[in-house]
Structure formats: structure tokens, C-alpha cells
DNA sequence: CGCGCTGTTGAAACTTGTCAAAGTTTGTGG
DNA sequence: CCACAAACTTTGACAAGTTTCAACAGCGCG
């Protein structure tokens, strides 16, 4: 597969970010923090990076030094097993977090892809630690974030475990759908980013039963699907899909 | 179900533990520290409690305020979805942290019972954050026991996103057996601490199938079972199972 | 404008789940 | 310490769900 030439990677001050000012401080890592403690988060982000749709922001086994904001944009990742199998295990969409799994043996265990043109904020991690060493709020803050990804985790190992295909894809959009929400998007009306088999990878479906679920909403009245462009038609029966006792 | 009666919790200092006298320590939190480091979270862990098998150490939206370490025994973590699902998270062995996935909420979302009787080290995580921000070391290594069990919950995700059933079992009791061995245990003979349907739970299949596998395993001469007493015969064929080429 | 990637759909094969019955172990109370 | 009940495990037959293989359609990029 070619790969698309990288974008410069402006490391200049007409990309440096202000927490204090960015409108995702809300959804992202400044998250309830004080107009204090943001604006020592401000000396922290310094660096913004833009990737263009295919790009990598790294790869597995990658040094880890930094963990990642997405900014704009939208991004995978995913994870190859000993045998050759690759899995993807999240998609992250504007003021989410990239990164954090790094932490433990200080390499990346992912690759991190961007699925549309995008910016990060490049957080070095080191640094954050210094930080939130004197910012007993921004400490907890960052314990809040990682625990919150050690939930998201358990609750797709949940979703992976005792869910069926249908149960699997309603919930997803559901997840998606309230994802959007938070950003001030429809919750109701969105482009995917990502192809069937990306669907079906994280979802531990193949790719036609993604395909066919899909049409399968679709032919209810559930959603309009048309290839990537997406619409949510009846979010309380999705949710009463994936809620289906067992 | 009945629940066995709680055993007096003991909070005397016969209880009292030591980090830096613990035969755990190379394997539990305490991992890597200097010897200075271990003298401070000695001031930090002042309590054990022990448990009777079935006993509850937490249950999910209980209040968070500490992690705990596995001193002795055997624990399970679970949780419950919306629609009553019930499912198996981890499975805790001497060394391991349980908690974490408290501490964005400030509330347990899982139950954690023992499946032994056994002993556990409380450690209170603001008294854990407050040495954390004044030895760097320690600060580090909490962040690293963190991001491994978003690693080691990852690998959970892939494990049901992409293993057929004999897959899943194969590479469960290949985990068990490792940490065993860590632990200065028989690489290849021990007890199930869990039920079938635990185990079941925690690899998604139900537990006529993880039963059905074992018996497979068994007649192949992969293991011998004799109910929960596990005796791998096999350990490179067990991998070149996982291993498996999809 | 056409090639390649992506998505859809069908039929058959396979894996796992469901239901049922019987055997085994464990724990409790007499 | 034994007997009984409850919980757990094993096994079989069948059903349901998902994957596999294959063919084809559609869209988008060069």
C-alpha cells in the first residue's frame, strides 16, 4: 500500500497551542482544571503537528515520549498480534487522548493512523509529570484520564464478550452518535471516518457481517446508511438493541 | 447465595505490612523502587484485610478512595451491564493491583470477590498521589502499572476480537501459566481458582464450550484436567495454537 | 475513463450457543 | 462423619449466528 507523503510538520510558533484558549479544553486533558493550572498547562503544549489521511502519528514500537491531543481530525489505532493479526483498538475523535498504553514499557505497542486530515497536540510526557508533581489537581486530572481509558477498555472487552453482531453495531453508533454530541455535532448525523473492515476489526465482526447489519438497520428503519454517510433514525430502539437481555 | 459471613477485618499492626520486607515486592507496586522509595511506601500501606472465599473486597459503586494489592490468595473482578449481564474482568493473582478502574469515577465499577481465602494490602490513593508527587521514581511507576493494565486490557480485546475458542483457551491458561511462573510456581501444574463459567465469562465463550475445549485439549494430550487441577503437557504446542495463522 | 478499493449480497460451511440430562464435587447440617 | 443438597462439570443433539468464498456493484482517484 503506498503511503501518502507527510505533510511538513510545523514545530513554529503559528502552530503553537494555548489550552487556556482552545475550545476543546473542555473534552480534553485541561478538563476541569483552574485558570491557573491551565495556563501552566499552556507552557507544556507547545507543538502542534498536522497529518495528512493516512499518515502516521507513529508506529508500534515507536520510543514513546509524548502522549497526544487530537486537535482536528480524526484517527485508529491498531495492534498486530505475534501471528500477523492486526486489530484496531480505538478511534479517536477531536480532544481525545492517543497514547497513554506507551507509558509501560515506554514504546508505543500501536500504530496510530490518521483516517482524515488532522492536528495533534503533541504533550510531552515527561513534562506532564513534572507538572502535575506541583499541580496536586492537574496529578489527579491525569489519573482521571487514564482510569477513564482502563473503563472504556473494560466496558469493549464487555461489549466484545457478551454481545452479538447487531447488539455490537447498535452499540457503537450509540457510542459514536454520543461522541458527537459532546463535540456540538447531530448526534444523529455523521460521516464515517473508517471503512467496514476497520468497523469489523474493532468490533471483532468480519467485514460482511458489518455490511450486513448495516443493511439490516437499514431495511427496519433503524438508519439511513449510505455507504459512509450515516443516519441515525431511531435512537431508542438501537438502545433497546443493545440493552436486549440475554 | 447465601454470602459467607466477613471475617473480622483486622486493622491492628499484627497486620500491619511492610513494602520493604515483602516477598511480593519485585512483582507489586512496589517494582523497581530504591530502597529509600520502599521506606516511604512502607508509611503509606499500614493496612491488610483478609477474606474469606466469596467475600466481597469491593463492589461496583462502592466509593473509591484505595487500590488494593493481592498479598494471598486468589480475587476475580466483574462487572454488571445495564441489562444485567454479568461479566468477568480479570482475575487477580499475588502482586496484582485491583482498583484502578475506580479512580475516574471515584466509584468501583466492578465487584471484586475472592475465589480464596485471602489477604489484601489497602493503599490509600491519596496518600499514594501526595508521596507520588514527591518521589518522581514512584510517581513513574504508578503511571506504568497504570498503562499496563490498559495494555494488558487491550490485549484482553484482541484476544475476543479475533480468537476462535480453542485460541482463547490456549493463550488463557499460557497467561496463567506465566504468571505462575513469575511467581515462582510450576509453570504447568496448578489449580483453577474459577468456575468454567468464570473463566467462560472472562474469554466470552459460554461454559459448555470453555468444558468442551478442555476435554478436546485433554483427549489431544495437550493438558491433563481433572476438573479445576490443570496440568499443561504441552506448552509449544499450546502456543503454536494461539499462534495460529487466521 | 478505467482501475482499484470499498461495499453489498448470496449460499454453504463452520463455530458456538442452547437445551437437556446425567455425573461429580463441595459444603452443610444432622 | 455421613448424607443430602446445591453447585459445578461433562456430554450430546440440535439450532442459531457468524464466517468464508464468491460474484458483482459503486465510488473515487489519478
Known amino acids: 500500500m503506498p503511503e501518502p507523503e507527510p505533510v511538513a510538520n510545523f514545530d513554529t510558533d503559528a502552530f503553537k497551542s494555548a489550552c487556556s484558549k482552545c475550545n476543546l479544553r473542555e473534552l480534553c486533558l485541561p478538563g476541569g482544571l483552574s485558570h491557573a493550572e491551565l495556563e501552566q498547562l499552556d507552557t507544556l503544549i507547545r507543538v502542534r503537528r498536522q497529518y495528512r489521511k493516512g499518515e502516521y502519528a507513529y508506529r508500534a514500537g515507536d520510543p514513546f515520549d509524548s502522549l497526544f491531543a487530537v486537535r482536528t481530525g480524526f484517527f485508529k489505532t491498531s495492534m498486530l498480534t505475534e501471528d500477523g493479526r492486526d486489530q484496531v483498538t480505538g478511534f ?18 500501536c500504530d496510530a493512523v490518521a483516517l482524515e486530515d488532522s492536528e495533534l497536540c503533541v504533550i510531552p510526557f515527561a513534562k506532564l509529570e513534572e507538572l502535575s508533581r506541583e499541580a496536586p489537581s492537574l496529578q489527579r486530572h491525569l489519573h482521571k484520564v487514564m482510569s477513564r481509558e482502563i473503563v472504556s477498555d473494560q466496558s469493549v472487552m464487555m461489549l466484545l464478550g457478551s454481545m452479538r ?8 453508533l450509540l457510542n459514536l452518535s454520543q461522541r458527537m454530541t459532546a463535540r456540538g455535532y447531530s448526534p444523529s448525523e455523521f460521516y464515517l471516518r473508517m471503512t467496514r473492515e476497520a468497523i469489523g476489526s474493532y468490533l471483532g465482526l468480519k467485514l460482511e457481517t458489518v455490511s450486513r447489519v448495516f443493511s439490516r438497520f437499514h431495511s427496519e428503519g433503524l438508519v439511513a446508511v449510505q455507504q459512509k454517510h450515516i443516519q441515525i433514525l431511531d435512537i431508542p430502539r438501537l438502545r433497546s438493541i443493545v440493552g436486549q437481555q440475554c
Chains 1, 2 share one sequence.
Do not use: K, N, V
Open 165 to 172: 453482531a447487531e447488539e455490537r453495531l447498535a452499540a457503537f
Open 92 to 109: 479517536l475523535m477531536t480532544g481525545e487522548l492517543m497514547g497513554l498504553d506507551g507509558i509501560s514499557t515506554e514504546r508505543h505497542p
